[in-house]
């Protein structure tokens, strides 16, 4: 790996800021599940409006969680296009989106497709997936392969993303002699996010990640997944300071234990911090924290 991706924007018009390294960055998420399109684009909006420098939705296809799958969940790739045109600055991503759910062509497409509406915004992120209800329903097939079905996918997307023509004879997934036009506005292409807490997809991460996540670990998981994440990027010879860390963790409203928990988190040197806020006062939710972000941004 080696170099650095560097992500600058040319097309014509407003640009965004660009993804920072310099600075911790504060993102908020709702996930898209027990909400409404009303709550999601005025959410969207305090997110941008309140100085946020990413939101977030996630990807499922029926509902996750205790109480059961039928309640209504809106779908990942189409929400970020409607972020694109709701917002103006904050950068948008799917946290993550699940691999086994869409071919890399496909997934590849739709993400140049969102990346060209929002203007050079999108932040990419994929995951190995999880959900054994939605693939045993819908019919979705992968899970047993997951890792591999992930490695081969970020090996086509980024090529389609970069290459004229791109052919791949893998165990899973066949591409041959594709044309991917546009290419992303960023370059070489939008930031990639990895969702990684096993040891094999560490090492996907490690090779492929601008940004690592993981979801809801205390921080002393946090520290240990992070460590792994070094020995990882060793055993490849990349420089494990080119992968920023990011910790996703729920938050309920109360300002000072935001501040304690993303303390705690920032000691151990995550660089990104994303609210995972709940729906019904999430636009709420997206003010209060909006207000603390000074402090977050200086821990």
Known sequence: MGERHVHTVEVGG??????????????????????????????????????????WVFDHLAAIGSDGPDRPVFEAWALQAA?????????????????????????????????????????????????EYEHQTLGFDGLDHRVGGLSESLRIIRSLWTEERTTFEG?????????ANPKPVQKPYPPIWIGAAGAQTMKLAARHADVWNVTGSAPERFRELSSQLDEACGAIGRDPAEIRRSVQFRWAGDRAELVETAAAYAELGA?????????????????????????????
């Not at 407003?14 to 027990?34: A, C, N, V, W, Y």
């Not at 609210?275 to 941004?297: D, I, M, Q």
């Open 271 to 299: 660089t990104e911090l994303v609210l995972y806020v709940p729906s019904g006062f999430a636009v709420g939710a997206a003010h209060t924290a909006a207000e603390a972000l000074p402090e977050l941004r200086s821990l």
């Open 14 to 55: 407003s640009k965004p800021p660009p993804p920072t390294t310099s600075r911790r960055r504060i993102g908020i998420k709702l996930s898209g599940q027990d909400t409404t399109a009303t709550e999601l684009r005025d959410f969207w909006r305090a997110a941008d409006e309140g100085g946020f420098d990413h939101v």
């Open 83 to 131: 972020m694109a045109i709701a917002t103006e600055r904050v950068r948008i991503g799917c946290l993550v989106t699940g691999n086994t759910y869409r071919h890399p062509a496909l997934l590849a497409k739709l993400a140049v497709t969102v990346d060209h509406l929002s203007n050079g915004r999108l932040e990419f992120g994929i995951g190995a997936a999880w959900a």
């Open 171 to 179: 165990r899973y997934y066949q591409v041959r002699d594709a044309v």
